[in-house]
């Protein structure tokens, strides 16, 4: 096979003297790139430019969902693109989307049976197999199949923290057997923990009950007639917490503005 000359197009990496050339295959085609690059960068580095399949490049925001395999090796793997690091011999099929289940719901309408709503809008979450095919693939090394459980036997509370590192990146859902759309799922039952089941935060209801009262108003006043350099050394000399104080252990000197 004809290997694909790198045109580094995309990316402004350059490789560092005498590194290793290592040939991976992106949507079928053989390309030599520097190893060390992540499966990102090493598109990139091939010639492709990215319009969709990217967005923080940090982990976080699930859009660069991966599939690989490697050259001889059967089994099919996961990752996202800009944390996995391309290796040789890596053959690659990024996913810039995949489609997953979103039925529309007010939460402002669900009242005091949160588990029958869930069953009502995600019905296919109780036909889950417990394959643990979506735990094996999640890149964050969430065990979905688990929350999903969580989910069946109503343990609203338990799914929502269980599925809480979830990037929305889809790969669960690509796999499932059952078509669950598992991250949609998850994120309606977080919704649904955090409007029905989690006790409200009084300390967080007074204070935007003052702030709506006009507490602040005259603060907020003076502060927007203050010449910006006053407000900077303000701001610099301002009365900091700790850090990694503990819960409750820590008070302003001054707490008229409380
Ligand atoms: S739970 Fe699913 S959507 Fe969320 S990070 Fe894992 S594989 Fe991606
Ligand atoms: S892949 Fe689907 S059926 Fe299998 S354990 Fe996960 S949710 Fe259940
Ligand atoms: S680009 Fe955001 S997780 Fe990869």
Same mark, same amino acid.
């Given at each position: ?147 999903? +459980?969580? !989910?069946?036997?109503?343990? $609203?509370? %338990?799914?929502? #923290? ?5 990037? @929305? ?15 949609? +799922?998850? !994120?309606?039952?977080?919704? $649904?923990? %955090?409007?029905? #089941? ?5 300390? @967080? ?15 907020? +006043? ?37």
């Amino acid at each position: 096979m004809t290997k694909i000359k790198p045109a580094a197009t995309g990316d402004r990496t350059i490789p560092p003297k005498g590194a290793k050339m290592i040939p991976i295959f992106i949507m079928g085609r053989e390309y030599m790139v520097p190893e060390t690059l992540t499966i990102m960068k090493a598109i990139e580095y091939s010639g492709y430019k990215y319009t969709r399949g990217c967005g923080c490049r940090g982990g976080i925001c699930g859009a660069c969902a991966t599939f690989y395999r490697f050259v001889g090796d059967y089994r099919l793997r996961t990752g996202l693109a800009c944390q996995t690091v391309a290796t040789e011999g890596m053959i690659i099929m990024q996913i810039p989307f995949f489609p997953s289940n979103r039925p529309d719901y007010n939460l402002e309408t669900v009242t005091d049976t949160p588990h029958e709503v869930l069953r009502a809008l995600y019905p296919e979450v109780f036909k889950c197999v417990g394959c643990g095919t979506c735990t094996r693939t999640c890149p964050m090394d969430i065990d979905v199949m688990d929350y999903i +459980a969580l !989910m069946k036997r109503g343990d $609203l509370k %338990g799914a929502s #923290i269980k599925s809480f590192d979830c990037v @929305l990146c889809g790969l669960c859902a690509s796999r499932c057997p059952a078509q669950i759309s598992q991250f949609t +799922a998850a !994120m309606f039952v977080r919704r $649904l923990y %955090g409007r029905v #089941i989690m006790p409200k935060a009084e300390h @967080l209801t007074k204070r935007v009950t003052e702030i709506t009262s006009g507490k602040y108003n005259g603060m907020l +006043a003076d502060l927007a007639e203050m010449d910006r350099d006053v407000v900077k050394k303000l701001y610099v000399e301002r009365e900091r917490e700790p850090d990694m104080s503990g819960a409750g252990a820590w008070m302003p000197k001054d707490v008229s503005h409380l």
